[in-house]
C-alpha cells in the first residue's frame, strides 16, 4: 500500500509560479511511476504530467507543455510538479497519482493508476 499527500496548491495571479510536492509512504516510491492530473468542478480528470520510474523519461499534456515540469527525488520518496506562467485555466484540483508496472501507453489514463493523494487546489486569477 502507498499513501500520498499533495501540497503546495494556493492562489496566485496569471504568469505566477507555482511547485507542488507529493510526498508517499507504506511502499517502495522507486518502483512506481507518477503522474499528476487535475479536475475542475463539473469536468473529467485531465492527465497533466507524468514521470516513469527508472529512465526518468518524462510525458506532458499539449495544454502544459513548456511551461510544467515534473520530477521526482526517490531517496525522498517525493515527486514535484513545476508549474510556470500559469492561465487560468490552469484552476483545478491537481492529484498525483502511482502506478504499478504501467506501460507507456497507459500513464495518460487515470484509470490505469492505483495509488492516489487528496488534491491540492491551484486558483490563478485573471
Known amino acids: 500500500q502507498v499513501q500520498l499527500v499533495e501540497s503546495g496548491g494556493g492562489l496566485v495571479q496569471a504568469g505566477d509560479s507555482l511547485t507542488l510536492s507529493c510526498v508517499a509512504s507504506g511502499g517502495s516510491f522507486s518502483t512506481y511511476s507518477v503522474g499528476w492530473f487535475r479536475q475542475s468542478p463539473g469536468k473529467v480528470r485531465e492527465f497533466v504530467a507524468a514521470?516513469?520510474?527508472?529512465?526518468?523519461?518524462?510525458y506532458y499534456a499539449d495544454s502544459v507543455k513548456g511551461r510544467f515540469t515534473i520530477s521526482r527525488d526517490n531517496t525522498r520518496d517525493t515527486a514535484f510538479l513545476q508549474m510556470n506562467d500559469l492561465k487560468p485555466e490552469d484552476t483545478a484540483v491537481y492529484y498525483c497519482?502511482?502506478?504499478?508496472?504501467?506501460?507507456?501507453?497507459?500513464?495518460?489514463?487515470?484509470?490505469?493508476?492505483?495509488?492516489w493523494g487528496q488534491g491540492t487546489q491551484v486558483t490563478v486569477s485573471s
Open positions: 497519482t502511482a502506478g504499478f508496472r504501467m506501460r507507456e501507453g497507459q500513464l495518460g489514463y487515470a484509470d490505469d493508476y492505483d495509488f
Open positions: 514521470i516513469r520510474r527508472s529512465t526518468g523519461r518524462s
